[in-house]
């Protein structure tokens, strides 16, 4: 079963702030954010394993909750470059290696 | 520059032809995935392969089939094309071991008609 994501788009003015959630109802071991550009392939932002661990990338930062199965993407001070769709991949405790995608969330940044 | 290659970039054919897909990647990883793309879907998985001997089943195999030759290399064929299989189609590799990012190829887009 797919992870769920909200929002499904978001549209942000230069320097503005952004949420994106992730959430599985399986019991998971480590959520991976990537961003995909339009016509290109997803790059990997960052891994969050199981742990409630918080990690970062430049602005983009992340948070896993454990005992919610949820894992949230923080945009900060956004920048033209963070337009893209952004996908949670959740890797699930009984079954590592095997991904499920969320559908995405589609982040628009204006000047 | 290490790469994960996929071959054709794009492809057009017809309802019930055979087709294959490739992927070939020169990182050295031992994982490799196929997931197909489409519009408000996200990625879905449909075979994923942890080494030459072990391939497995993802969520929507149902239609396709793999073939492991190498490490290096796993292709993907469609063994009787239909239109609903018209997509994005991305490889992409990781490392062993938990916690590993995945690496994606460029993707095939194919369309059947």
């Known amino acids: 079963q797919q992870p769920v994501q909200s929002p499904q788009a978001v549209i942000l003015r230069e320097g503005e702030d952004a949420v994106i959630n992730c959430s599985s109802s399986?019991?998971?071991?480590?959520v991976h954010w990537y961003r995909q550009k339009h016509g290109e392939a997803p790059v990997f932002l960052m891994i969050?394993?199981?742990?409630?661990e918080q990690k970062g990338h430049e602005k983009i930062s992340a948070s896993f909750n454990e005992k919610k199965q949820q894992s949230s993407l923080y945009l900060t001070a956004s920048q033209l470059s963070y337009s893209g769709t952004y996908f949670c991949?959740?890797?699930?405790?009984?079954?590592?290696?095997?991904?499920?995608f969320g559908a995405g969330t589609q982040v628009v940044v204006t000047p | 520059d290490a790469d994960v290659t996929q071959t054709p970039r794009n492809r057009i054919t017809k309802t019930g032809k055979r087709i294959m897909l490739e992927c070939s990647q020169t990182?050295?990883?031992?994982?490799m995935y196929w997931y197909r793309q489409d519009p408000g879907l996200g990625l879905r998985l449909i075979y994923y392969?942890?080494?030459?001997?072990?391939?497995n089943k993802g969520e929507i195999s149902d239609g396709y089939s793999v073939s492991r030759q190498a490490q290096a290399k796993f292709s993907l064929s469609l063994e009787s094309a239909i239109p609903n299989q018209t997509a994005l189609y991305f490889c992409?590799?990781?490392?062993?071991?938990?916690?590993?990012?995945?690496?994606f190829g460029d993707g095939t887009r194919l369309s059947i008609l």
């Open positions: 992409a590799t990781s490392k062993t071991g938990v916690g590993q990012p995945q690496h």
């Open positions: 399986k019991a998971l071991y480590s």
């Open positions: 969050l394993l199981k742990g409630g």
């Open positions: 991949g959740t890797e699930q405790s009984d079954s590592w290696g095997k991904f499920q």
């Open positions: 990182k050295g990883h031992d994982r």
């Open positions: 392969s942890f080494d030459v001997k072990d391939i």
